[in-house]
């Protein structure tokens, strides 16, 4: 029985996700705790998330005795550059807008990718995935409105440059077909290092570190192996919505700590974002399983999902 149609690989499948998209929730509240100055933050949080990379790495390779590629060929290290950027991108985008913002272009990822896979790699989206892209786009302008209004475009606009580099990411990682389990890890250390040239002359300015290096070295490498171990359970549509839990509940914790309330249009072109990659993922699911009932029935066996 494949994981698919065996229910307790399933729930392993949910349990697993579910704490990767958990972990994943903490990484700007914690970001935002450390209250740190922008390159002494982007140091400690992306060389930590490397030093645990290369820590699970050695570890990976004495329990299977055999060497695991950090980063596969040419095309790893075109994907290493676009994780890097999007790090950089990202962290701009924390210090330079609200966290609502972030999270919510954030979400516009896997229409980036569905629109880069249609140009590069002739997978063109379904119908259903066109109207949700439509959608989302109305979402984000009235996000990005709002931060033309509030003097927070320069951050939208690296909210959504990070959204692109990582959909680049990800579609150049789906037409290689190799693991690139360990890239967007060993990437952190790209910005990382750029960072360290451009700390303030006193060094590193990090008034709580213990924040961030809890981030770097716990909850972001346990939210994106989480996350990556997902699709052995489940079916993509339903690993992606895993990544929403960030997009809900980054800004409840940022406005639990810090009084950060989201405006009213944010909120709404936020609600936007969700529903349409909710309704999308929820229809991808279920066309799956109407494929499934008829690829038994053709061939005479007994629909187990």
Not at 166 to 195: E, Q
Request: proline share 4%; hydrophobic share 55%; net charge neutral.
């Amino acid at each position: 029985m494949s994981s698919a149609n065996d229910p307790a690989l399933h729930r392993k499948g949910l349990l697993i996700t579910a704490i990767g998209g958990l972990a994943l929730s903490f990484d700007i509240p914690l970001i935002r705790s450390a209250h740190g100055e922008f390159w002494s933050m982007l140091v400690l949080r992306n060389l930590s998330v490397f030093l645990m990379a290369l820590v699970l790495w050695a570890g990976l390779n004495f329990v299977l005795r055999r060497k695991t590629v950090l980063v596969p060929g040419r095309k790893g290290l075109l994907i290493t550059l676009f994780y890097g950027v999007n790090s950089l991108t990202f962290m701009l985008a924390v210090f330079n807008t609200t966290t609502a913002n972030v999270v919510f272009i954030l979400a516009f990822t896997s229409m980036f990718a569905a629109i880069l896979s249609w140009i590069f790699l002739g997978e063109r989206p379904a119908n259903a995935t066109l109207l949700t892209m439509a959608t989302m786009v109305f979402g984000v302008i009235l996000i990005v409105h709002e931060g033309l209004a509030s003097g927070n475009l320069f951050g939208d606009a690296m909210a959504a440059c990070s959204a692109l580099m990582l959909a680049c990411a990800l579609t150049l990682s789906r037409s290689s077909g190799a693991d690139m389990g360990f890239v967007p890890l060993i990437a952190s250390a790209t910005s990382g290092i750029v960072g360290l040239f451009l700390l303030p002359e006193g060094g590193l300015v990090v008034a709580d570190p213990v924040y961030i290096l809890l981030n770097g070295l716990v909850l972001l490498p346990l939210a994106f192996w989480c996350l990556a171990t997902g699709p052995r359970y489940l079916s993509a549509p339903e690993v992606g919505m895993f990544y929403l839990v960030e997009t809900v509940l980054a800004p409840i914790w940022v406005w639990i700590v810090f009084a950060e309330t989201p405006t009213t249009q944010t909120l709404v072109g936020g609600s936007i974002l969700i529903l349409a990659l909710l309704a999308h993922s929820l229809w991808q699911m279920r066309s799956k399983v109407r494929a499934a009932k008829a690829a038994d029935s053709a061939t005479g066996l007994p629909f187990t999902g």
